[in-house]
């Protein structure tokens, strides 16, 4: 490791510790030597000045927090002696001068994706089921097992075979404390029927009745983004009949989103059909014939400005901030410069990076999109008694990000540096390439729900704690901020950012390396950890009650 500690702007008046430090401990840094008050955890920061209560304190040169009482340099920064801050912001003409990085080295590249009449290019190819209401749960449920297990897309047969084998071991008396789980490495994949059918998904969810009639109009246009989208080939739909997300609401939405709409849909409605074990025995068939038939699709070579790739971060640490979403944010620069569409979103986690971003937005209409949705977004949180300020998790915090600017700030740096052609709202397709804006919740699933919606067709998802969320039709790739991490939960990351940590790569090589990595994944080269653990997850969101 280079240096013990860092700092990340000019103007800032913390340090990060890189590594544990010790009350006593005298650190240098670029010229000037500091005395620690308190023990310095990794991730955290401590100040580099004596502070009186109500001072300002920088991090990525912008405004993060105010002290609460007087602080002598060398003392931890602590929910209790900072509480969040965040400057004001508004719309300014500003000329912001952008250069984009050498992409000399990517500039010929293609991906091997999926071709789409309507020019779009998937990662994947997906049949997707999608339930017009919760009352189809159980079906899917049932469809899912069947199709799964028979069509070689299940991948819970080491967890049965270890289940036989306790029950195996209790009837034979052994003591199943002392039992061992041993599992084997078989790759499931290669029983699968359909080779060029990557997956069988399931939209499962609890709206489309008893909600808002708000909620279900939502609920149906995000039915038909994820129906629309180039990673699906294919759709079955289950519907009950008397719900409030009707069939043709959704069909409707289908249409205005996609006019020449032209991939397999079939429908099924449960109250016309005979009997329920008639409409899934059909429900099966049918969509067996439309994998016949998607199955003939195969991959192509496109150019890598195709591609369309989404920016999350989650279970976030004191490191996000400088070394994963950095790096994600070079190569959102490196794909920008490439023709591609970058997406990012968690408008709570933009809280105090408002002006930034703003400034770099293209031209003012979407500027003040931007300013409305921001506003009415913190507006409805204040109104349920909550607000930003509230959205750092109890582990941010116990990892080193004290205030919600501190966290958006880093969780910002997703976006690289390039400007803002667009900004959208929930479920709005992303139609100009580019870096754009996208209004989600912070919310891990939610968001990248969202992400997926406005037609993300990879996830790059930063953590420094960890987290195991996917999504249904788009894959995520966790990028984690630390050594630790990796060597702990591999099973559910895919790139390493640690050696920026230790001073090993430079944030310019780690996001070469991400974008090596995405154009694998887009080309089914590598399969992403949460593709292989099918974590689907998928939850619609409700407008102002999440963050």
Partial sequence: ????????????????????????????????????????????????????????????????????????AGALMTVENLKHAAAAYQYRPYNYEWQAPDVSKFANRTFNGYHRQNGKVGTANYWLFIPTVFCENRNLDVIREALHNELGYAVTAKYKAYTHQLVEAFKNGTDISTFEASFSVENERNNRVFKNIDGIKFLNHQGGCGGTRQDAAILSKLLAAYADHPNVAGITVLSLGCQNLQVQDFLADLKERNPSFDKPLYIFEQQKSQSEENMIAEAIKKTFTGLIEVNKIERQPAPLSKLNIGVKCGGSDGFSGISANPAVGYCSDLLVGLGATVLLAEFPELCGAEQNIIDRTKDEAAAQKFIKLMSAYSQSAENAGSGFDMNPSPGNIKDGLITDAIKSNGAAKKGGTSPIVDVLDYTEPSTKSGLNLVCTPGNDVEATTGKAASGATLILFTTGLGTPTGNPICPVIKVATNNSLTNRMGDIIDINTGPVIEGEKTIEEMGEDILEYCIKAASGEVIPKAVLLNQDDFIPWKRGVSL
């Fill in 1 to 72: 490791m280079k240096n013990k500690v860092l700092k990340i702007h000019p103007k800032d008046n913390v340090l990060i510790a890189l590594a544990d430090l010790r009350a006593g401990e005298v650190i240098s840094y670029q010229g000037e030597t500091y005395t620690l008050v308190d023990d310095i955890h990794a991730k955290h920061k401590f100040y580099i000045k004596d502070m009186n209560a109500g001072d300002e304190v920088f991090m990525y040169g912008t405004l993060v927090g105010k002290t609460q009482y007087a602080l002598k």
